[in-house]
């Protein structure tokens, strides 16, 4: 059936299809509507003309399930599953936003915007790891961005068409290499079997290109087979000799997530956000991280460019000549966690001496306290422990604050931090409880922008409306929250999520 023939069509009589989006190996992604509740949706057809049937459906079926297991505000939701015939179709969340292959077509991106894109691109795939699933196609078609006045760009991953299950032995598409060729590991590009660290390896390709505005590897003559063998076999340049900047640390980050041998790579997306940020801190053209960045809402629809085979994502291998342009701190159950503090500084201590009385007249002697050098503060074991736990696991990190809320109970830093962790993985009584103690202890919490934004974030993203997060909102943090509330319910790509918002402000 062909795409002309599908719009106005209506899906299983409740989704009618409206317009193409656009078309890919696997099939063909419409603009369609809900029915009954007239709400925008995405919709996946599989293709007629893709070879192999049985697998390809396999893969697709695989591809619904895989996604209906994804609740992370970077990763985009399913909604909905069927057949229209025999094509099989899915319904996805319909998102606005900018198309991250946009984007980087204009340029190479300032430091701290590549790496902050990247830790959230970063987040959702440890959400999509920790279940199991493997993307296998990341790369900025498959990377959408919205912005918003003072939150910044948010990201969502889609198109999880390539997605496979962690735990399979068997390949579906045994003797098929799968993937865009620019964004492939070496062992994607070998056909061999996989595991997560492919994905960080296109996150590293990824990152590459946002800094640079061009890929490692490029083809003169848009040859997919020839970047593919370079996946293998060349040493991916620096960053510095692409573009004439001084990228500090950043530069070993890049090479490590490039690495030709997956266990020189990072091992996990945790521990590339962690490497990243820290890098960052150091890097010449980067802002320190942020308290706190987790998810906002955002996306569009997917262009349908999920690749089945080599020859058919080669239109993704672009022929880049060199380039003309001159030009947090850990994910936590699918966010990032910028920096909570750093590590004391040691402190050496002056001693001074009381002056000698004047041998001459009898003066009274200067206080002996007044001559003495004020010694420096000491440190701050609560900084020390903040420093740490960014070192660690989320629930290591977690168990660290809270433990340590026994030896300094009256430090709101502790339950603050180990709130925001707890929201940024969607536990939101516990996370609820921690910056309710936090705002006891210290009420200026209760404008703390970080700390409204993550409780907003969960607002925003839960599906129906959270009873718990609502009055938190509105009794614990009260006329702060407004302005958040406000900017979701006139700016909110969901419709239904800004009628909720809206409704939340009139009860204020």
Not at 201 to 228: D, H, I, M, Q
Request: glycine share 8%; with cysteine; hydrophobic share 45%.
């Amino acid at each position: 059936m062909s795409q002309r023939d599908l719009i106005g069509q209506v899906l299983s009589g409740r989704y009618r299809v409206i317009a193409p989006v656009g078309k890919g190996a696997m099939g063909s992604v419409y603009r369609g509507e809900h029915v009954g509740l007239g709400r925008s949706v995405a919709i996946k057809v599989i293709g007629e003309e893709v070879p192999g049937e049985m697998i390809a459906r396999q893969r697709f079926e695989r591809e619904a399930k895989a996604m209906a297991k994804l609740a992370h505000p970077h990763c985009a939701s399913v909604l909905d599953v069927g057949l229209h015939g025999d094509q099989p179709y899915v319904v996805m969340e319909f998102v606005d936003g900018q198309n991250l292959k946009e984007v980087v077509a204009n340029g190479p991106l300032p430091t701290e915007r590549a790496i902050d894109i990247t830790r959230q691109i970063l987040s959702g795939l440890a959400h999509a790891h920790d279940h199991g699933i493997i993307h296998r196609d990341i790369k900025p078609a498959n990377v959408v961005l919205s912005q918003k006045a003072g939150l910044g760009d948010h990201v969502k991953i889609l198109d999880f068409g390539l997605a496979k299950m962690n735990r399979e032995t068997s390949n579906l598409t045994s003797g098929v290499v799968v993937g865009t060729p620019s964004y492939m590991a070496p062992e994607q590009v070998l056909g061999q079997l996989l595991d997560t660290r492919v994905d960080l390896y296109a996150c590293g390709v990824l990152l590459f290109e946002l800094l640079t505005g061009t890929k490692p590897f490029r083809s003169a003559n848009n040859e997919p087979v020839e970047v593919c063998m370079q996946h293998l076999h060349q040493v991916p340049p620096r960053l510095g000799d692409v573009v004439a900047r001084d990228f500090g640390g950043i530069e070993g980050v890049v090479a490590k997530a490039l690495a030709k041998d997956r266990e020189q790579r990072y091992q996990t997306a945790g521990d590339f956000a962690v490497a990243l940020v820290d890098a960052a801190r150091g890097a010449p053209s980067a802002p320190p991280p942020r308290p706190f960045s987790p998810a906002r809402r955002s996306a569009t629809p997917p262009e349908g460019t999920s690749a089945a085979t080599v020859q058919l994502a080669a239109t993704e291998v672009t022929a880049t000549p060199p380039s003309k342009r001159s030009h947090m701190a850990w994910l936590v159950g699918g966010a990032a966690l910028a920096a909570l503090a750093v590590a004391a500084i040691a402190i050496v201590q002056m001693r001074g001496e009381a002056s000698e009385p004047m041998p001459a007249a009898p003066v009274a002697a200067a206080p002996i306290d007044a001559a003495i050098a004020e010694p420096p503060p000491a440190a701050d074991p609560v900084d020390e422990l903040l420093a740490q736990a960014e070192t660690l696991s989320r629930e290591a990190a977690i168990d660290l604050l809270v433990k340590a809320r026994k030896t300094y109970p009256d430090d709101a830093r502790l339950p603050y931090h180990a709130g925001l962790i707890y929201l940024d993985r969607m536990w939101w009584a516990d996370g609820l409880k921690q910056l309710r103690a936090a705002i006891a202890i210290d009420p200026k919490y209760k404008s703390d922008p970080e700390l409204i934004k993550a409780v907003i974030r969960g607002f925003n993203t839960t599906a129906k409306y959270d009873w718990t997060l609502a009055s938190f909102l509105r009794k614990d943090i009260g006329k702060a929250a407004k302005p958040y509330l406000e900017d979701t319910a006139n700016a909110h790509p969901n419709q239904l999520v800004r009628k909720r918002a809206a409704a939340e402000l009139r009860r204020y």
